[in-house]
């Protein structure tokens, strides 16, 4: 049986308390009512003709992609070369207007929306009190939808407004055991679990069960927040017939901007087929100069000559990263977006 998310009093709960403890331990905590005392919330809980209500005045008339996935699944076609959802555009009124009235027709998913983009006095009515304003929300809305377990990149803190969603959360050391899907190919771009968690196949998938075990899961209310660290796999599953989530990404001061995929994908293509005893020797040199499993590498060098070993300037990132474009040629066939963006518009028609 999957254990509960630890949950945290807010009480006494600020930024600076989150900033040195929570984000920094890197595990998953329930913060029950952080949010309550916002308006949106307020809304949710007196109903969908409420929250239309709240939400609409405040709605710029922007149109955004909404996705009507089938059977309520986010996920791939049974061939993995297409998605199993349409899409169409609207606006977050007309959404709201149709969630409201129930006349959503199937399932409806609008995901990731900068809300400074389509609700410009969301914010300041709203506000996140354990980040920077800096970090900017994203409205997630729709009716009765389950998203299939994934990780990003960045922190992310995760606010019920309205309705209930279930997050179930593994640590990234249960990869293995959830079966990602194709890199090539991805809804949002993130990876995947292949399990269907309803009905999963233990004979395709025996090593799920191991997951289950390791599996910690949240059930949220209006009000709650969640913060689920870095590479942490989340499936979501919204549970009423109205749901809204705002949710805020941020990286670690410093960190760069989406490295880490391009980065695992050039270690694949150059280590997956060398000798056992090359990509062993070639582990440990990742351990020591990538991971410093041996502390800081350099620090018997000169400050001045210890290169990518020590601390770089933006400039010298920036121009390694270039060198490092120039060392890979041009490819010889079609790259991952360019074979992943044909899929797509094969997909569309």
Do not use: C
Not at 36 to 55: D, I
Not at 244 to 252: A, D
Request: zero cysteines.
């Amino acid at each position: 049986m999957a254990q509960g998310v630890p949950e945290i009093g807010v009480g006494d709960l600020g930024a600076e308390r989150f900033r040195a403890e929570i984000v920094p331990a890197a595990r998953p905590v329930l913060m029950r009512g952080l949010l309550a005392a916002w308006p949106v919330v307020a809304a949710g809980r007196a109903g969908p003709a409420a929250l239309a209500a709240y939400l609409k005045p405040l709605d710029r008339g922007t149109r955004v992609t909404v996705k009507r996935p089938e059977q309520g699944r986010i996920f791939y076609r049974d061939d993995l070369t297409s998605f199993n959802f349409e899409t169409e555009v609207m606006t977050v009124g007309a959404a709201l207007d149709a969630l409201a009235s129930g006349a959503a027709d199937g399932h409806l998913a609008l995901q990731s929306v900068p809300l400074p983009a389509v609700m410009p006095g969301f914010t300041a009515a709203n506000p996140m009190p354990l980040l920077p304003a800096a970090v900017a929300p994203r409205l997630w809305l729709g009716n009765a939808v389950t998203v299939a377990a994934h990780y990003d990149t960045d922190n992310n803190l995760a606010a019920v407004a309205a309705g209930r969603r279930r997050f179930t959360l593994f640590a990234p050391d249960q990869v293995a055991n959830l079966y990602p899907g194709p890199f090539e190919l991805t809804s949002a771009k993130v990876i995947v679990s292949m399990v269907d968690f309803d009905a999963p196949d233990r004979e395709r998938f025996p090593r799920f069960a191991e997951a289950e075990k390791a599996a910690l899961v949240a059930d949220l209310e209006p009000g709650d927040a969640l913060f689920i660290p870095s590479m942490w796999w989340h499936h979501v599953r919204s549970l009423d017939p109205v749901n809204m989530l705002v949710n805020y990404w941020w990286k670690q001061a410093g960190a760069p901007q989406a490295a880490g995929m391009p980065a695992l994908i050039h270690a694949m293509l150059a280590m997956r087929n060398l000798p056992d005893a090359e990509r062993e020797a070639w582990r440990m040199l990742f351990d020591h100069f990538a991971f410093e499993r041996d502390g800081a590498p350099g620090l018997h060098l000169p400050p001045e000559r210890r290169g990518v070993q020590g601390a770089l300037s933006r400039e010298a990132a920036r121009e390694l990263r270039g060198r490092i474009a120039d060392t890979l040629g041009p490819p010889r066939g079609p790259t991952l977006r360019e074979r992943a963006k044909k899929l797509i518009r094969r997909f569309r028609g």
